[in-house]
């Protein structure tokens, strides 16, 4: 299998493989760029900015919304996860996929009759506006500059190991490209030109991935059975490969729980999430915000079904210890494989299908924080400046300034903090922001569309509640505190990770060496994922706020009557 | 400083029975299914957790319980959206409209 290995070390790569894969990076880069241009041009009004001028069908904006939501962390993360710790892995995409129904049947529709260009537009409909907005613009914002940060900073190093470049030059150069490429989609081709990126991403990614799924297939004559069995006998851990409790085996209570915790906010995260929200407003009315969905959810579900096959293949024809020595995480199990199914390293074909499969990944990266970028602009400008700042009294094109101006903010403050911590262990803000998301944004949506008696006391303690616990949970988790516990058993240390610690390389005080905070100091709390906590805390935060106001807001609940009346029939909608 | 949006009268719709039954069938489906499929994949992530044994059981071939545990869940989720689509379209759409229309033609 020396051919196999030799695509691991990043100083083997070829100037021919670099010319190629940066040779299709810069084809997509200039596509995207004049679509973006070509948007622009059809960008006039402040509807057109914000939500595309609802003028996106179902089906594109089904392919957009997979565009917006399968980030590189579930394409190349989870493709990994399953070729290192084999079923484990699938776990992840199950909560991603089932979650959609909460957005289907619950809020894709409604939410489409009742907002017109942000979350918050549902929320403060019967609320009173200023404050209601502040809580919804400041969550908006700080879950999708924490999904942000972790895309940027994955970006770095990823894009450099796909390029085979080593140092922190390259990891700084590939940031800051990322981040003025979105800022770019998002200032100058506003909703339609991001929504347009998301579409090609999506299209790219499912043929990527499509192809890869069928040439592994044919290895195995199309018998599944043979090649997870082929994969758990690469992996050496033979059965238990193809069963739960590799990567969350540990046998202590709290990581059960912790898995319990990660899957709640998975399946209920999704349908909070303020940049997924946002694509619900770019199409013309509620029928077509279902098929979207509707789209969106075959579309997310056969991806997740190709990325069994990519990472149980990875796992039987590049093995785990190359995909580990690459990287290891796993984030190059996809990459590594499509060069062995092209025809292995040094092969035309390898060499190809890599640089494709590498164009993909970096495609993906960019339609994802475009999305967020422009999400956490929006809500900046229709929300903080326009109904806060100025009450209401903004005109469109000031809006919409604001909103180019706040993406050229936003994008270069994530720009900044991802340099800060490209050092760091962010892969956590992904979880982190699906928990927020589910403890704070989604109580406020449900309880806002379906609770008569709901108000604004309810949705401030509902929304700052969830927000604040979920974030103070994490503080205080491994995720910042890394000392050995019973939880976290002494993890074994490279000499690097010693020494950043401060201790001997013999150490066993330390359980996670990549801890923010501390490698030493035990956590309070042993919980990676705050779900479990924080999203009851965020239900009972809204209901106890809103039992508890004393003076009704909407007496004869005729604010809810339209609310309702909207929603449900389209009366009234955008 | 509180600023109630532009009413569209729309409002004045819930009085209409029409309306009551639109809201009874979109809840009669929306809800009942919701907690369904929620309490469906809560067992399969306790399961995964709690009862691994179970979960490890072989079926035929290399595929287990677990496996096809976690198909199922792919399956029930298309199932259930394709089937909420057409109950949509026959139960909801059409009532919908008919009270929109009213309440537009109405103004």
Known sequence: MTDVLALTGAQERTGVQQALVIGLFAVFVAVTLYITIWASRRTKTATDFYAGGRSFSGV?????????YMSAASFLGIAGLIALFGYDGFLYSIGFLVAWLVALLLVAELLRNSGRYTM??????RMRQRPVRTAAG??????SIFYLLA???GAGALVSLLLGVTGEGPKIIVIVAVGLLMIFYVTVGGMKGTTWVQIVKAVLLMTGAGLMTLLVLIKYGFNISEMLGAAAQASGKGSAFLEPGLRYGATDGWSKIDLLSLGLALVLGTAGLPHILIRFYTVPDARAARKSVTWAIGLIGVFYLMTLALGFGAAALVGGAAIKKNDPGGNTAAPQLAEVLGGGAGSFGGSILLAFIAAVAFATILAVVAGLTLASSS?????LYANVIKR???TEQDEVRVAKLAALGIGAVAIVLSIFARGLNVAFLVALAFAIAASANLPAILFSLFWKRFNTRGALWGIYGGLVSAVLIVLLSPVAWGGASETRPAAKLTAEQAAKCGVPVTSTQVGNPT??????????IPLENPGIISIPIGFLAAAVGSLTAGRREDENGEKYAELEARALTGTGAH | MSHTPVSSGAGGLTSDPRFAELRSRFRRFAFPMTVAFLLWYLLYVVLSAYAR????TKLFGNINVALVFGLLQFVTTFLIAWWYGRYAERRLDPLATELRESAEGAK
């Open chain 1, 60 to 68: 594109q904006n089904g392919l957009a919304i997979g565009g917006d």
């Open chain 1, 120 to 125: 918050a537009d549902v929320l403060a409909f």
């Open chain 1, 138 to 143: 400041v969550s908006t914002i700080v879950v």
């Open chain 1, 151 to 153: 895309q940027m900073v």
């Open chain 1, 379 to 383: 809500s900046f400008s229709h929300d």
């Open chain 1, 392 to 394: 209401g009294q903004a």
């Open chain 1, 515 to 524: 801890a923010l905070f501390s490698c030493t100091t035990a956590a309070p």
């Open chain 2, 53 to 56: 044994g179970f979960m490890s």
